[in-house]
T-cell receptor
Framework: DTEVTQTPKHLVMGMTNKKSLKCEQHMGHRAMYWYKQKAKKPPELMFV???????INESVPSRFSPECPNSSLLNLHLHALQPEDSALYLC????????????????FGPGTRLTVL | GEDVEQSLFLSVREGDSSVINCTYT??????LYWYKQEPGAGLQLLTYIFSNMDMKQDQRLTVLLNKKDKHLSLRIADTQTGDSAIYFC????????????FGKGTRLSVIA
């Protein structure tokens, strides 16, 4: 299984809602990532988990809360979002973090298209 | 800091070769990657090259690396309409704490 899955595919939420994005991989990868991608822009790194511990938080607002329940799962909890948070949220995984030994081939999921009203 | 530059647009005729260029700044980058993103989809890893290589070929794809000039290119032979997408170059710098640094992406349009 060389796939990263993400649910839901699309999400529309109001500014007062609480929702979660989910990501799963079964490749035995020990690093997992959340990216935010606006239209016609490259992905922007938000969070990195390495061995289920948060390794990088790229100064992301606290209304985004990541969680890594186990090595295969990564969640992104959303609360009190703003319309400017509307974007494609991509999850990725790689064999290890920073790739100093094995390289950092990141495998991406299809993304969740989030719209905040 | 790390920076990866790409031209934003490329238009080619079906059957021709496409060459997408990229420059990067971190000379200690160990791996360099090409990702493809079709509309509404995630990023698909196309190919990568290790920094001690000059060239890598994989079917229709050829990656050339000039370490001296910090220049990377992706050549797609016999370009097809299904190759229309955005292509992102990315480096894996040894310095800093960022796993991957992406370029802004090159939008390839293939004209039938």
């Amino acid at each position: 299984d060389t796939e990263v899955t993400q649910t839901p595919k699309h999400l529309v939420m109001g500014m007062t809602n609480k929702k979660s994005l989910k990501c799963e991989q079964h490749m035995g990868h020990r690093a997992m990532y959340w990216y935010k991608q606006k239209a016609k822009k490259p992905p922007e790194l938000m969070f990195v988990y390495s061995y289920e511990k948060l390794s990088i938080n790229e100064s992301v607002p606290s209304r985004f809360s990541p969680e890594c329940p186990n090595s295969s799962l990564l969640n992104l909890h959303l609360h009190a979002l703003q319309p400017e948070d509307s974007a494609l949220y991509l999850c990725a995984s790689s064999q290890d973090f920073l790739g100093q030994v094995w390289g950092n081939e990141q495998f991406f999921g299809p993304g969740t298209r989030l719209t905040v009203l | 800091g790390e920076d990866v530059e790409q031209s934003l647009f490329l238009s080619v005729r079906e059957g021709d070769s496409s060459v997408i260029n990229c420059t990067y700044t971190d000379s200690s980058s160990t791996y360099l990657y090409w990702y493809k993103q079709e509309p509404g989809a995630g990023l698909q890893l196309l190919t990568y090259i290790f920094s001690n290589m000059d060239m890598k070929q994989d079917q229709r794809l050829t990656v050339l690396l000039n370490k001296k000039d910090k220049h990377l290119s992706l050549r797609i032979a016999d370009t097809q309409t299904g190759d229309s997408a955005i292509y992102f170059c990315a480096e894996n710098p040894n310095s800093g704490n960022t796993p991957l640094v992406f370029g802004k992406g090159t939008r390839l349009s293939v004209i039938a």
